[in-house]
């Protein structure tokens, strides 16, 4: 079998200048199809320091700058005081862009770590906590969305997952508002492929923070999945795209849910 080509690879392959139109293009039906972001919006960017969230901090600030209605930007990024981590390129690269951002340090860690039992995950208590301190952080800044940099591929395996594991037809939407209604999460990324934003971000040279800090094993599910997805790709090559056409077009009486007839 070929190896697939690495993410910088793809980046030459596809051509730099056609990869970032295609992310643009794919970002702004998002927006328009959703309502994203409206005139007035300061939209708070969840940046993590991974690729995703880079490369939609990147991509809002070019249509930010070309769009006919104005809107704000401020990228937050929290500190979660994980053994190893460094945050200096982050803020250099963020200082250095021009970009107003708030870099917020709670040690939730140490939480998660006195909390769970050694050999479990920590992800769902780590991740309910930095929701809630970025709800937090969104109110305090004033932001009336919540951007983060979830792709078509997560929401489709987490489809997939919520299936296997769940017993329930769901994914990611593209805006939420939260359940006591003091926030909206907003997905524009949720049209793009995560190998075209690999082939960006390896191309844009993004200073990226390692996501193992933690020392807790990533969903090995969800991984598994991908590798299920793959195999499948060889075999229908738009699989990924097509599932994605499945969240947009549901036939709900054609489900089991209980709904009218
Ligand atoms: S991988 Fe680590 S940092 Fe990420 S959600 Fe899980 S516990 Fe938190």
């Not at 993410?7 to 293009?25: N, S």
């Not at 939730?108 to 930095?130: D, F, H, K």
Request: charged share 25%; glycine share 8%; aromatic share 6%.
């Amino acid at each position: 079998m070929v190896a697939a080509p690495t993410p910088a690879e793809y980046a030459t392959r596809v051509g730099p200048a056609i990869l970032e139109k295609k992310l643009a293009h794919e970002m702004g039906r998002c927006i328009a199809d959703y309502g994203l972001i409206e005139p007035g919006d300061r939209v708070m960017v969840a940046i993590s320091g991974g690729k995703d969230s880079y490369t939609l901090l990147e991509l809002l600030e070019r249509a930010r700058r070309r769009a006919p209605v104005s809107f704000e930007l401020v990228a937050v990024h929290l500190d979660q005081g994980q053994p190893g981590y460094d945050g200096v390129p982050l803020r250099t690269w963020l200082r250095d862009n021009g970009y107003e951002h708030q870099i917020i340090r709670e040690d939730t860690y140490q939480l998660v770590t006195e909390r769970i039992p050694e050999g479990s995950t920590y992800c769902s208590m780590c991740s309910r906590l930095r929701r809630g301190i970025l709800y937090n952080a969104a109110e305090r800044l004033g932001c009336t969305k919540i951007a983060l940099g979830h792709h078509r591929d997560d929401a489709i395996e987490t489809l997939m997952l919520n299936m296997m594991f769940n017993g329930a037809l769901s994914a990611m939407p593209a805006k939420l508002r939260s359940d006591d209604g003091r926030n909206t999460v907003i997905r524009p990324l949720l049209y793009s492929s995560e190998r075209d934003i690999k082939g960006y971000a390896a191309e844009a040279g993004f200073p990226i923070i390692p996501c193992n800090l933690c020392g807790s094993q990533e969903n090995l599910w969800r991984q598994e999945v991908k590798r299920m997805l793959d195999d499948i790709e060889h075999r229908v090559p738009k699989v990924r795209q097509s599932m994605l056409a499945a969240l947009k077009n549901v036939h709900s009486t054609h489900l089991l849910g209980t709904h009218e007839r």
